[in-house]
């Protein structure tokens, strides 16, 4: 069965920490950019951070830019998001995706180009 599984999130204070995560199963996310996007009650989906596949290149929504990091770990088919500094305006549901081309040096941020949507995981960061 291909899927994509986020786990990791939680119920957090303002200030703290969460990381999250994103295995891949059924496909692999060798040669394809991957990102987090996120949704909050209320609003559209929007993007958070993309991942080169080997290159280490990452791009980070202005919102989240020195608090989020994204990495990757290709041997476990795996893509994680280390939230520190967190907000109640990062309350939302994260969900990755994979891109649906073969990376070729170019970050795409229309989420209608990123395929094999995970059931998403709840981040809820209280004031």
């Known amino acids: 069965q291909v899927q994509l599984v986020e786990s990791g999130g939680g119920l957090v204070q303002a200030g703290g920490s969460l990381r999250l995560s994103c295995a891949a199963s059924?496909?692999?996310?060798?040669?394809?950019?991957v990102g987090w996007f996120r949704q909050a009650p209320g609003k559209e989906r929007t993007l958070v951070a993309l991942?080169?596949?080997?290159?280490?290149?990452?791009y980070y929504a202005d919102s989240v830019k020195g608090r989020f990091t994204i990495s990757r770990d290709n041997a476990k088919n795996t893509v994680y998001l280390q939230m520190n500094s967190l907000k109640p305006e990062d309350t939302a549901v994260y969900y990755c995706?994979?891109?649906?081309?073969?990376?070729?040096?170019?970050?795409?941020?229309?989420?209608?180009?990123?395929?094999?949507w995970g059931q998403g995981t709840q981040v809820t960061v209280s004031s």
């Open positions: 059924g496909l692999t996310f060798s040669g394809y950019a």
């Open positions: 991942i080169a596949p080997t290159t280490g290149r990452t």
């Open positions: 995706a994979k891109d649906q081309s073969v990376y070729s040096g170019t970050f795409y941020m229309d989420e209608d180009l990123y395929h094999y």
